[in-house]
């Protein structure tokens, strides 16, 4: 804290941390992520695959209903570590079967649950793969924070 700034009054703001997004010069603006992140915290969050299960464990019907859920279970996986969505620096996607006539449905589900948490839009990697745990999983969702505190 710089002398003469009053002392922070929620938690939220003693617990800030600094993260630049950045881009690929002369390379076209990718849309909804950012091709690097640069984050400086004390605290690193890595949150294992969330998948589109709710805690009753009933696993929700298509990609775009499973997406939404599993963005749903990164947040509440950051706020169980202590961190908040906005502290997002990295996020991985597994799709299965991936292919482009799937990209409207996974964007539809990824926004759903943006209305109740926007993520920033932190660099992505979406990797298609032939399963997962289970044949009812569609997506899984890995992400990491970093959080100064």
Do not use: C
């Not at 881009?23 to 690097?36: D, L, M, R, T």
């Not at 992140?37 to 890595?46: C, F, P, Q, T």
């Not at 991936?98 to 992505?124: E, I, M």
């Amino acid at each position: 804290m710089t002398e003469g700034q009053p002392a922070p009054t929620t938690y939220s703001e003693v617990l800030t941390m600094t993260v630049t997004l950045h881009n690929i010069e002369g390379k076209g603006a990718p849309v909804g992520f950012s091709h690097a992140s640069a984050a400086r915290g004390n605290l690193i969050v890595h949150v294992a695959g969330q998948v589109g299960e709710n805690d009753e464990g009933v696993i929700a019907e298509g990609l775009t209903a499973q997406a939404e859920q599993a963005l749903r279970n990164v947040a509440r996986a950051f706020d169980a570590a202590g961190a908040a969505v906005t502290d997002l620096v990295k996020t991985t996607l597994y799709v299965v079967g991936w292919d482009p006539s799937k990209f409207d449905a996974l964007v539809a589900g990824l926004l759903a649950a943006q209305v109740d948490h926007p993520f920033p839009d932190a660099p992505l990697t979406l990797i298609g793969v032939q399963s997962l745990f289970t044949p009812d999983h569609l997506i899984e969702i890995e992400a990491v924070a970093v959080v100064d505190g």
